[in-house]
Structure formats: C-alpha cells, structure tokens
C-alpha cells in the first residue's frame, strides 16, 4: 500500500484530474433508485452527471450498476454486459440480483492491454447484452490509438 493514494473528492473533480489515456476508471456509485440504502446522496443528476464524464475521458472506464431500463438507455454508448450474483441485501438464502457491467472499451479487445479480464476461468460470466453503434466504437479507437 505504499504507493496507494486514498482522496475524498468529488467523483468528476477526481476523474478530470487524473484522467490520460493508460487510466483506469472502476466506478460503483449508489444503484440507481436503491440510493435509500446508501449513506451518500446521490440523486439522477448525478448519475447522469457520472456518465457524460465517463462518456468523454481518454482512460478507460467500468461501472457497474444494477439492471434498470433507466442505467442501460443512459449508458447505450457503452458496452453493457448482465451477471447476477448473491443479493447481500436480502435475507433470503440464494436469491440473485441482476447486475450490469458497463465498460466504454471492447473488453475482448483490450482486456490483456489493461490487465483485467471481464470474463475469467472462476465461473463469473457476464453475458453482453448491448454494444454501442460502430460509430461510438470507432470514435472510442480513434482517441486510444
């Protein structure tokens, strides 16, 4: 932990800041209407707010969010993939909750370039559920090339 740098800034204050192209970005903000669960306000401007900043940064970004209509049109430029996993929320032994992966990279393409494989050996699988246009993903090439 000695070259580990811990900071209590804003989300975009923090992102800007140190946003260049061999950055990576893992955000898990409050899930969308599940905020009453969180000890920070973080309200649908926000969540906005979060996307439009991931959306324009030259590093590479991963959100994950829970599966809602509103978070997969907000991130339609992304790529969105659907896992589920334990709901640690509910009392209930076995119940699964829907959970999305949200990448603004091809993780097959670039997955040995950050280190990091979406889809791994342990039985953790995600299923792609939405790519974005060919027009976002060449524009995301451009700016990594």
Same mark, same amino acid.
């Not at 309200?43 to 030259?58: A, F, G, S, T």
């Not at 590479?60 to 709901?87: H, P």
């Not at 699964?96 to 993780?107: G, M």
């Given at each position: ?7 209590? +800034? ?8 140190? &946003?260049?192209?061999?950055? *990576? ?16 306000? *973080? ?26 209509? *509103? ?15 334990? &709901? ?31 889809? &791994? &050996? ?14 976002? +993903? ?8």
């Amino acid at each position: 932990m000695a070259n580990v740098v811990i900071e209590n +800034q804003d989300f975009e204050v923090l992102i800007r800041h140190y &946003d260049r192209p061999d950055s *990576f970005y893992y955000c898990d903000p409050p899930y969308y209407e599940a905020e009453q669960y969180y000890s920070v306000a *973080f309200p649908e401007r926000d969540h906005k707010r979060l996307h439009r900043i991931l959306r324009n940064i030259k590093g590479f970004a991963m959100v994950s969010y829970n599966n809602s209509d *509103f978070i997969r049109e907000l991130y339609k430029d992304f790529y969105i993939f659907k896992t589920e996993r334990s &709901d640690s929320l509910s009392q209930k032994e076995g119940k699964k909750y829907e959970e999305l992966i949200i990448t603004n990279y091809d993780p097959y393409e670039h997955s040995t370039q950050i280190g990091l494989k979406l889809l &791994d &050996d342990s039985g953790y699988n995600c299923t792609l559920i939405h790519k974005p246009s060919k027009e976002q +993903q060449e524009k995301w090439r451009k700016k990594h090339s």
